[in-house]
Structures are given as structure tokens and as C-alpha cells.
């Protein structure tokens, strides 16, 4: 089975800088898709980025990035130009290529402070 | 906007009751998931249904049953609400095919 790791419970930043997330994964598996979600205080589970495993490419959405290490199986998000707005608990997720279910982390909280 | 809407923001139930939590959602997924979020412990799945009146066990299916009687609708019940049961229970959907979720806006029920 898949287990998704995320090592940090909380993580604090300030306004402006830049905050990196880690999330490490356990699969045989060689082809999967990874997110990453963000849940703010509002509890809407929102999704900020999508990565396919057979693309070598590191997915961008704005000022999310990841840093995706296949073979140390490493799914790291970087926020740039942290913003207060940025508050909020973010899941590290794990899918299979044919599969339904999505395994997720435990999750971080991040706090941007001005 | 496409949405999944979760029936109740805020349920407070006693010991021993059955509880129905509804979701329904608008953009013709054939997947619909029902999990449950607890501090330390991440979205544990509940059940998830594939299919019209089709579903599966999920991680944590004990003391939980679903319905799925049409597409767009799946629902968690709670045949005898215990207190271990208080929780956030999140609904989501997807399309499948490496789709992410779409997520509802959650149920915080507190079994008393």
C-alpha cells in the first residue's frame, strides 16, 4: 500500500519570503500523479498543483512550484512571495495511474506572518 | 461554478442515533469519496463509490454504511453515532482518470 509522509506538523514564514513543504511517498509503483491541496481556515479543500510522475518537468502554478524527485520518491511544494492569504494546512497526495483513491499526508500547517 | 455541497456545516448528534450526512455534487463525476480529517492523523477514507449503487471500503468503513442511489448524490450514515465518531467528515468527487478531487466545504459533527 502507499504511504504518504509529510515530516513538518507546522511551519511558520514571513510575508514575502519563500517556504518549502516536504512530502516523501512509498510506492512500487512507476507511474502515479501527486498533489498538493490546500485547506485555509475556511475548510475548502482546494487543489494548488498537479504532478504526473512520467513527466520529468516540475509542475508551476503562479507562485507554487514543486520540486519533484522521483527516485527518492520526494514531492516538495515551494510558495514564493509568501502571502498572508497563504495561511492554511496543506495535504501532500498520493493517486495511482488507474486508480480512484487518493492517499493523502497528515499534513503541514503553514502560518505567513506580516 | 461547479461545486460539491455538503447538507450541514455544523451537526451536533447524541450517542446512539443515526446520523445521515448528504452530498451532492454537479459536474456528472463518476467517483464520490466520503473522509473523515482528524488533527495529527491527515483525511482517512471512509468509503467511495465508483458507480451508481456501487461502492467500496475504505480505510476506516467501521460503523459507517453509504448510499448511492443516483449519480450526483452519496451519503454517509451512521448507524449508531458514538462519540469517537465527532469529527470533520469531508466529501469530494472526481472524474477519475488521474483527476484531482473536488471537495465540499466539510461536516463538523460532534456526537454527544
Known amino acids: 500500500a502507499q504511504t504518504v509522509t509529510q515530516s513538518q506538523p507546522e511551519m511558520s514564514v514571513q510575508e514575502a519570503e519563500t517556504v518549502t513543504l516536504s512530502c516523501t511517498y512509498d510506492?512500487?509503483?512507476?507511474?502515479?500523479?501527486l498533489f498538493w491541496y490546500k485547506q485555509p481556515p475556511s475548510r475548502q479543500m482546494i487543489l494548488v498543483i498537479r504532478?504526473?510522475?512520467?513527466?520529468?518537468q516540475n509542475a508551476t502554478e503562479n507562485r507554487f512550484s514543486v520540486n519533484f524527485q522521483k527516485a527518492a520518491k520526494s514531492f516538495s511544494l515551494k510558495i514564493s512571495d509568501s502571502q498572508l492569504g497563504d495561511t492554511a494546512m496543506y495535504f501532500c497526495?498520493?493517486?495511482?495511474?488507474?486508480?480512484?483513491?487518493?492517499?493523502f499526508g497528515a499534513g503541514t500547517i503553514l502560518r505567513v506572518k506580516s | 461554478d461547479v461545486k460539491v455541497t455538503q447538507s450541514s456545516r455544523y451537526l451536533v448528534k447524541r450517542t446512539g442515533e443515526k446520523v445521515f450526512l448528504e452530498c451532492v455534487q454537479d459536474?456528472?463525476?463518476?467517483?464520490m469519496f466520503w473522509y473523515r480529517q482528524d488533527p495529527g492523523l491527515g483525511l482517512r477514507l471512509i468509503y467511495f463509490?465508483?458507480?451508481?449503487?456501487?461502492?467500496e471500503k475504505g480505510d476506516i468503513p467501521e460503523g459507517y454504511s453509504v448510499s448511492r442511489e443516483k449519480k450526483e448524490r452519496f451519503s454517509l450514515i451512521l448507524e449508531s453515532a458514538s462519540t469517537n465518531q465527532t469529527s470533520m467528515y469531508l466529501c469530494?468527487?472526481?472524474?477519475?482518470?488521474?483527476?484531482?478531487?473536488?471537495f465540499g466545504s466539510g461536516t463538523r459533527l460532534t456526537v454527544v
Open positions: 459536474m456528472d463525476h463518476e467517483n
Open positions: 463509490s465508483y458507480d451508481v449503487k456501487m461502492k
Open positions: 510506492t512500487s509503483e512507476n507511474n502515479y500523479y
Open positions: 504532478q504526473e510522475a512520467y513527466k520529468q
Open positions: 469530494a468527487s472526481s472524474p477519475g482518470q488521474g483527476g484531482g478531487y473536488t
Open positions: 497526495a498520493f493517486l495511482r495511474l488507474y486508480g480512484n483513491k487518493l492517499v
